[in-house]
T-cell receptor, first 112, second 111 residues
Framework: DGGITQSPKYLFRKEGQNVTLSCEQN?????MYWYRQDPGQGLRLIYY???????QKGDIAEGYSVSREKKESFPLTVTSAQKNPTAFYLC???????????FGNGTRLTVT | GQQLNQSPQSMFIQEGEDVSMNCTSS?????WLWYKQEPGEGPVLLIA?????ELTSNGRLTAQFGITRKDSFLNISASIPSDVGIYFC???????????FGTGTLLAVQP
């Protein structure tokens, strides 16, 4: 079945460590996205990529980095510079920037 | 970043009741999307709207793209316990074609 796979489901890290969240899709979608979700808030865009080897900052890119070396994969690194990294992270993809997003099941990151 | 005004924030209803929620924006959108998110999962697309005035159904769910292109409505008829979750609207448009999410409506259904 086609879909978006995020791993791991839960991730725990110590403050000061970088951590990378995985996102893989087999939908043959060109565009991929990373969102952050905090309780009581809507989804906020961190980074997006419309094509391989290209990506753009979203609304809250500070303290995060991404890469898009393959069409299927869009890993997100939460760096030690991110001041409040504990959150639920959602990866999404779409056929194009104008098409509806399809989401993965998220990774809950807890940093202590 | 910009967010849509979504209301109500939460709803606690009895099974069988109908539900209405809406989103409004100061900006004009070309697309309205409605998603449902269950605890610990990613949002799932329910309905996509592409034209002002469009009314689209998906089972017991009906959504409308407002005539002004600045609002959208989602109705759920005859609610059941599995309707529980957070419902998000999302609007897309403008020069950047950016997708903007509402803050969500938490729906609780009591059997």
């Amino acid at each position: 079945d086609g879909g978006i796979t995020q791993s791991p489901k839960y991730l725990f890290r110590k403050e000061g460590q970088n951590v990378t969240l995985s996102c893989e899709q087999n939908l043959n979608h060109d565009a991929m996205y990373w969102y952050r979700q905090d309780p009581g808030q809507g989804l906020r865009l961190i980074y997006y990529s419309q094509i391989v080897n290209d990506f753009q900052k979203g609304d809250i890119a500070e303290g995060y980095s991404v890469s898009r070396e393959k069409k299927e994969s869009f890993p997100l690194t939460v760096t030690s510079a991110q001041k409040n990294p504990t959150a639920f992270y959602l990866c999404a993809s779409s056929t194009s920037r104008a098409s509806p997003l399809h989401f993965g099941n998220g990774t809950r990151l807890t940093v202590t | 970043g910009q967010q849509l005004n979504q209301s109500p924030q939460s709803m606690f209803i009895q099974e069988g009741e109908d539900v209405s929620m809406n989103c409004t924006s100061s900006s004009i959108f070309n697309t309205w999307l409605w998603y449902k998110q269950e605890p610990g999962e990613g949002p799932v697309l329910l309905i996509a709207l592409y034209k002002a005035g469009e009314l689209t159904s998906n089972g017991r769910l009906t959504a409308q793209f407002g005539i002004t292109r600045k609002d959208s409505f989602l109705n759920i008829s005859a609610s059941i316990p599995s309707d529980v979750g957070i419902y998000f609207c999302a609007g897309q448009g403008g020069a950047t074609n950016k997708l903007i999410f509402g803050t969500g409506t938490l729906l609780a259904v009591q059997p």
